[in-house]
């Protein structure tokens, strides 16, 4: 299915909730944000995970400078442009303001304010210490509440409970289908299906695992493993198919589309023996160690984990990996962390390529000299 397929049938899967009386709730994508809260008050989260273009990025600009992260200027642009393909955005109900970063409380005040979408508020700490984790507490018994007064009724916290475990089941197969060995595009294509849908993606999700699993890409087609971390490669973005063009086969994202948002998942016993369903969602944030939203040591965890992931994969394969680190233009949170990430990998012997863009279609030509040269490099 192509790009413009999957939004005609996720715009007719929005429509139909609609009809069924569900209300649509959009953030932007990134960690913490509890899913599983909105799911147990009845909406349907809406992740904003689409790339941008030359038109979405020039029309944010009546808003913002463009010195603003290259994503967030498109989010803008989609909701004051609406493109056919993502005229489902006028079914959005509310829209969750959140500081993942500058430019994302930004685009999200500006998205709710100026196309008159109901907010909700949701706040995260950028530290991790006992404070921080109260406070996360705190954020979510009033997102709870802001959620409740909609509704006009209590959540209760079995139906939180069961949302967890809805969403759990769901991440669970989402880790087996990264582990399964198919070309990287095929692989991201369903997982960013999966994630722009939920939890009700999980039969297609099942069979196409099965129908994968055991399927062998060929090393003696020479393509370079690569893993990609940074910023994730949304719908829409080719920066995929580049890097497979170039050579290069994505064998691990290790990003907010990616293992962010796989890798903490729990037994059936934790989740069993849960008394408040929101101290395992403040128990997740804290565990949160290699996300990008600022913690103590960010950046320390992330290079042990990166070197971690390099070691096992070539005592395994006998092969190397190769980095690619993912800046969106103006990303600050990545940009600013990137030469160190490349210098203290290098040391360890550990190829990385450093790679800022923006969603201009001019740009595709130097991404794609970048990234054959990287690759011929490994
Ligand atoms: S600056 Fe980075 S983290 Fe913030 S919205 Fe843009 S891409 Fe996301």
């Known amino acids: 299915m192509d790009n413009l397929e999957l939004l005609s049938e996720y715009g007719t899967f929005l429509r139909e909730k609609k009809e069924e009386g569900k209300k649509i709730v959009a953030f932007i994508s990134h960690d913490n944000i509890p899913e599983e809260l909105i799911d147990a008050a009845g909406f349907v989260p809406l992740r904003l995970m689409f790339a941008g ?4 990025m020039d029309s944010s600009h009546d808003y913002l400078p463009p010195s603003t992260c290259a994503f967030a200027q498109s989010c803008i642009g989609l909701f004051s442009q609406k493109p056919d393909q ?5 079914l959005v109900d509310f829209f969750i303001v959140s500081n993942h ?3 994302d409380i930004c685009a999200s005040e ?6 008159n979408i109901s907010r909700l508020n949701f706040y995260i700490s950028y530290t991790k210490n006992e404070n921080s984790m109260k406070y996360f507490k705190l954020e979510l018994i009033d997102l709870k509440k802001q959620l409740e007064n909609i509704i006009g009724y209590k959540i209760e916290d079995e139906i939180i409970k069961k949302s967890i475990k809805k969403y759990n089941s769901f991440k669970k197969k989402l880790l087996e289908l990264s582990l399964l060995n198919i070309k990287g595009s095929e692989k991201l294509k369903i997982l960013q299906s999966a994630m722009l849908y939920g939890p009700s993606f999980l039969p297609k999700l099942e069979s196409f695992i099965q129908k994968y699993n055991g ?4 090393t003696s087609k020479g393509l370079k493993d690569i893993l990609l971390t940074g910023g994730s490669i949304f719908i829409g973005d080719h920066l995929i198919d580049l890097i497979e063009e170039g050579g290069g086969n994505i064998i691990y994202l290790d990003t907010w589309i990616g293992n962010n948002y796989y890798s903490q998942i729990y037994e059936d016993t934790i989740l069993d023996s849960m008394e408040n369903p929101c101290d395992l969602l ?4 804290k565990n949160n160690i290699f996300g990008d939203h600022s913690v103590p040591n960010f950046l320390e965890n992330k290079i042990s984990q990166i070197e971690k992931i390099y070691l096992d994969h070539k005592k395994k394969t006998g092969r190397k990996l190769g980095i690619i680190n993912h800046i969106i233009k103006f990303c600050d949170h990545i940009s600013i962390m990137s030469t160190h990430l490349k210098n203290k990998l290098q040391e360890k012997g550990i190829q990385v390529l450093n790679l800022e863009r923006d969603y201009s279609r001019a740009i595709r030509g130097q991404l794609n000299t970048r990234i054959e040269a990287f690759l011929e490099m490994i």
């Open 86 to 90: 993502y005229n489902f955005l006028e």
């Open 53 to 56: 273009n030359d038109d979405l």
């Open 215 to 218: 399927s062998q890409i060929l």
């Open 101 to 103: 970063c500058v430019s």
């Open 282 to 285: 403040v128990q997740r944030f």
């Open 110 to 115: 500006i998205i709710s304010k100026y196309f």
